[in-house]
């Protein structure tokens, strides 16, 4: 817990900036641990459950251990009239995962989301931050094959 120690002197041990801190615990483990949850409530002296509640209040926290890659499929109305459900679905078979799984090595999860705000490219997913537009699922193999 010593690296959450740090993230909690960045912010001067001050529960105002509990989201901001819950995102930079989140960068440092790619998800929110339980110990990490339990010692930021204790150490800005506040009820684990006020920590829990804003956890899972944003959809951009993870309380479960993700890839290394995050791949997001947008579901928004544009992508979803454009077939994103074959997208997905090509992603699942590949990776033999459902939705909001990672794979066994860890290596990759798999989210959906109501918009990634490029409609103009949809179908869309992401890998991590890198967008790839206008996908189809004969393209998502390649797509993956560029992580390692």
Known sequence: ?????????????????????????QTEYNYLPAQAIE???????????RVHNVATFYSSFS????????????DGTACHLRSADNIRNEIKRQLGIKEGQTTPDKKFTLEVVA?????ALAPVITVNAEYNGNMTPE?????LAQYD
Do not use: F
Request: one cysteine or more; proline letters at 2%.
């Open 1 to 25: 817990m010593n690296r959450v120690d740090d993230l909690i002197k960045k912010y001067d041990g001050q529960a105002s900036w509990l989201v901001m801190l819950l995102q930079d615990i």
């Open 39 to 49: 010692h930021v409530a204790t150490k800005l002296n506040i009820p684990i459950t």
């Open 63 to 74: 309380l479960n251990e993700r890839g290394k890659h995050i791949i997001r499929v947008c």
């Open 115 to 119: 918009c990634l705000g490029v409609c």
């Open 139 to 143: 393209k998502v193999r390649d797509v």
